[in-house]
């Protein structure tokens, strides 16, 4: 399907004269046919550069996130040896002083004895009760 050109003559037009059409299909000579081209490679190489770029600034992004990940694996792994450190016997008897604490003698430690019988005797009376 074709355009229509409408001709006329600027100011020669008067009333009731007819106007002239002509129906043609639209050519393109090689000229137009090389800018058009031009124009698409152009447009893909600018669309290209446009994801090469996104993708190395999601790299960078990426390896930032990895250095972050690897400091903060090095702080873990020193606050877990300060937790072990400050969890050793050598560590709780020095700040013994510190926290106002003394050690105990084992020989003066006693424990109060329960008789198995009165306890078995104890839960006859309960269990006779109910």
């Known amino acids: 399907m074709g355009k229509i050109i409408e001709i006329t003559k600027y100011g020669k ?4 004269s007819r106007r002239r059409t002509i129906n043609s299909p639209v050519r393109l000579g090689v000229t137009a046919v090389g800018f058009i081209t031009v124009l698409i490679v152009c447009s893909l190489a600018l669309l290209y550069l446009m994801q090469a770029n ?6 960078f992004e990426i390896e930032e996130y990895d250095n972050a990940i690897s ?4 702080e873990q792994d020193r606050l877990e040896l300060e937790a ?5 016997t050598n560590q709780i008897k020095a700040n013994l002083e ?8 084992p020989t003066k430690i006693s424990y109060y004895e ?9 839960k ?6 109910k």
Do not use: H, I, P
Not at 13 to 16: F, I, P, S, V
Not at 98 to 105: I, P, R, S
């Open 114 to 122: 329960v008789d198995s019988q009165m306890a078995v005797k104890e």
């Open 124 to 129: 006859e009376k309960n269990d006779t009760s």
């Open 13 to 16: 037009n008067k009333k009731g």
């Open 71 to 74: 400091e903060l694996k090095k």
């Open 54 to 59: 996104k993708t190395a600034t999601y790299g």
């Open 98 to 105: 510190k926290l106002n604490m003394m050690e105990v003698d």
């Open 84 to 88: 072990a450190r400050l969890r050793s």
